[in-house]
């Protein structure tokens, strides 16, 4: 059954916890701390989790569906296991890897990642009982896929507003990782964002690679030199929306003593960027984890999740995180993000996504 739905409430808080930092190595881990079936009658092996370029320990993206994976594994009981991605793989590598998530009886089984759509379309096909799940895209119309998106455009409007408030300089930044039509909604909710506040303002722009393939989401140096050049033009306020690359980003602004904006999760939080937390003015999040957490729940209770399955403000499947201090003290900025937020809730206000 194909259903247009949101993610719930209750998933919002999984985005928001503190990860320690892992490596970004090649292995897959599994955890095997209960039974094959759990009191809800489900009876998979659990939880089939393969990660996105850059991988776990990014403190981004991955690190969000990972964060939804330890989340689902604990309430329900289940067993699991992520597998890291391969430096420079083929689509060929990715079929693999969910066919042995799914011959192994792992259920649902997630590709976290526009990249692993060839690989979900062909291998969904082959498992027609196994439910599938793919972060970033909603091209696979299946019976057993859902497609779970969001509108980044949203969050990246509300990072837009928080940049233009914050300024020192009227000048801020954009850093993207890869040149493709997901990131440009992060850039044009964030220009949206910030030129509501002030139109005049000046926006720094760039794209680290073209391809994903070239390393855009996956090279702190690359996010760092980005930074650096955009700082000295002048700009006092970056958003990256760059996966692990972005943690250059971060790095640069601290370095500099500028104003970084996170994204996905919230990279205030994250451990491995503690050093740099007082330069994170926020983050654009995206509830990867409560996508991965609710696509296992209704595994589980037996009414699996199909199609389009969007978040946005409204359902807390985007949103902008707070956790600074430094933030919270800022009562004109704080205010008008949350005017922001609500007016595009109550349809005020429409966000672009070109």
């Avoid at 881990?29 to 809800?40: A, I, Y």
């Avoid at 964030?190 to 509501?196: N, P, V």
């Avoid at 994250?270 to 990867?288: P, R, T």
Wanted: charged content about 25%; proline content about 3%.
């Amino acid at each position: 059954m194909s259903r247009r739905t949101r993610f719930s409430h209750a998933a919002v808080a999984v985005t928001v916890i503190a990860l320690a930092a892992a490596g970004c190595g090649k292995s897959s881990s599994e955890s095997s701390s209960s039974s094959d079936k759990n009191s809800s009658g489900y009876s998979g092996k659990g939880i089939g989790l393969a990660y996105d370029i850059g991988g776990k320990g990014d403190q981004s993206f991955n690190d969000a569906a990972y964060a939804g994976f330890q989340k689902a594994e604990s309430e329900f009981k289940l067993s699991g296991r992520d597998i890291e991605p391969q430096d420079g793989e083929s689509d060929a590598d990715k079929v693999q890897r969910l066919e042995t998530l799914a011959k192994s009886g792992y259920n649902p089984v997630i590709g976290v990642g526009f990249a692993y759509a060839p690989a979900v379309k062909e291998v969904s096909v082959k498992y027609p009982k196994v439910t599938f799940g793919i972060i970033d895209d909603n091209t696979i119309q299946a019976k057993n896929v859902a497609d779970m998106v969001f509108h980044e455009e949203q969050s990246s409007y509300l990072a837009g507003v928080a940049a233009a408030k914050t300024t020192k300089k009227k000048h801020i930044g954009f850093i993207g990782g890869v040149d493709i039509p997901l990131i440009h909604k992060f850039e044009a909710g964030f220009a949206q964002g910030a030129k509501s506040v002030d139109p005049s303002i000046k926006i720094e722009s760039q794209y680290l690679t073209q391809t994903p393939q070239e390393g855009g989401f996956s090279s702190p140096d690359k996010g760092k030199d980005a930074a650096n050049g955009q700082i000295e033009a002048g700009a006092d306020v970056i958003y990256q929306a760059a996966g692990l690359s972005g943690q250059g980003v971060i790095q640069a602004a601290a370095a500099h003593k500028v104003w970084a904006i996170g994204v996905d999760s919230d990279q205030y939080q994250q451990s491995a960027l503690a050093k740099y937390k007082d330069y994170i003015l926020g983050s654009a999040l995206k509830n990867v984890g409560g996508a991965v957490y609710d696509l296992t729940k209704s595994v589980v209770d037996g009414k699996p999740l199909s199609g389009e399955v969007r978040g946005d403000l409204k359902s807390g499947g985007v949103g902008f995180a707070d956790t600074n201090p430094k933030y919270q003290a800022m009562k004109d900025v704080v205010a008008a993000v949350d005017k922001a937020k609500q007016d595009i809730i109550d349809g005020k206000i429409t966000v672009n996504t070109k």
